[in-house]
C-alpha cells in the first residue's frame, strides 16, 4: 500500500486527532484542482494560487477521512458491561460535514442520548462517531439515521435519540440565500419512541445545567 502518512497527535476531547495524507491521491487530485483554477478563470500559477491545488487537495482528504474509519469499531473499542439503566446523553457535540449535491459545509450540533442495555461506552466515543459519519459527504437526514444505526447495532441499547442542528453554506451562500436558516433532524429507537422518554431528553438537551 503506497501511502504517506503525516500523524500529527493532540489530546482533544479525550481522544487523538490523527492527520493521514495518502500522497498519491493528493497528487491526482491537485492535477484536478488546478485545471478547475483555469476554468473558472484564474492563473494557477501566480504566486498565490501555485500551492492551492495541493492545499485543496490536503483539506478534501481531511473533510472526507471518515470513509477511512468504521464507527462500529470504534464503539466497540470501549464498551464496558455495567449495570447502569438511566439515560445517558450527550449534547453540543460539534458538527462538520459536506453536503453531497453541492460540496458546501453545513455545520452545528448533534445532541445524543442512549439507555444503556447491559453495557455503555466510553463518552469520548460518541463524538468520535459522529465526525465519521459526518466527515464523508453527506445530507443530514442520512448522517442522523447513520449515527442512530450504529449505536443501536453496536451497543443494543434500549433506545437511542439523535438530533442534529445545522446551517447549510448550499443555502446561505447560494439558491434559496437565507443567512440564518436551521435544520434540524431526529431519528429514535426503542424507549425513544415513547413521548415521556422523548420530552426527557429534549428537555435535557435545552436545558442550561451550568
Given at each position: 500500500m503506497n501511502k504517506t502518512q503525516k500523524f500529527t497527535e493532540e489530546e482533544e476531547n479525550g481522544y487523538i486527532k490523527i492527520d493521514r495524507y495518502n500522497q498519491g491521491k493528493i497528487d491526482t487530485l491537485a492535477t484536478h484542482y488546478k485545471d478547475i483554477l483555469l476554468q473558472i478563470g484564474e492563473n494557477p500559477d501566480r504566486e498565490g494560487l501555485q500551492k492551492t491545488p495541493?492545499?485543496?487537495?490536503?483539506?478534501?482528504?481531511?473533510?472526507?477521512?471518515?470513509?477511512?474509519?468504521?464507527?462500529?469499531?470504534?464503539?466497540?473499542?470501549?464498551m464496558f458491561k455495567e449495570d447502569y439503566s438511566q439515560m445517558v446523553v450527550v449534547k453540543d457535540i460539534e458538527v462538520f460535514?459536506?453536503?453531497?449535491?453541492?460540496?458546501?459545509?453545513?455545520?452545528?450540533?448533534?445532541?445524543?442520548?442512549?439507555?444503556?442495555?447491559?453495557?455503555i461506552v466510553g463518552l469520548s466515543k460518541i463524538p468520535r462517531v459522529v465526525d465519521t459519519f459526518a466527515r464523508r459527504l453527506q445530507v443530514q437526514e442520512r448522517l442522523t439515521?447513520?449515527?442512530?444505526?450504529?449505536?443501536?447495532?453496536?451497543?443494543?441499547?434500549?433506545?437511542?435519540?439523535?438530533?442534529?442542528?445545522?446551517?447549510?453554506?448550499?443555502?446561505?451562500?447560494?439558491?434559496?440565500?437565507?443567512?440564518?436558516?436551521?435544520?434540524?433532524?431526529?431519528?429514535?429507537?426503542?424507549?425513544?419512541?415513547?413521548?415521556?422518554?422523548?420530552?426527557?431528553?429534549?428537555?435535557?438537551?435545552t436545558a442550561n445545567l451550568h
Open positions: 495541493e492545499r485543496v487537495a490536503k483539506a478534501l482528504q481531511f473533510l472526507t477521512h471518515g470513509y477511512d474509519a468504521d464507527p462500529e469499531e470504534i464503539l466497540r473499542s470501549a460535514s459536506m453536503c453531497e449535491h453541492h460540496m458546501l459545509p453545513f455545520f452545528g450540533k448533534a445532541h445524543i442520548a442512549y439507555i444503556p442495555n447491559g453495557h439515521n447513520e449515527i442512530r444505526d450504529c449505536i443501536q447495532k453496536t451497543l443494543n441499547p434500549a433506545g437511542v435519540a439523535v438530533v442534529i442542528e445545522c446551517k447549510h453554506l448550499c443555502m446561505s451562500m447560494r439558491g434559496i440565500q437565507k443567512q440564518n436558516s436551521v435544520t434540524t433532524t431526529s431519528a429514535f429507537t426503542g424507549e425513544f419512541a415513547k413521548e415521556k422518554t422523548r420530552a426527557e431528553f429534549l428537555r435535557l438537551i
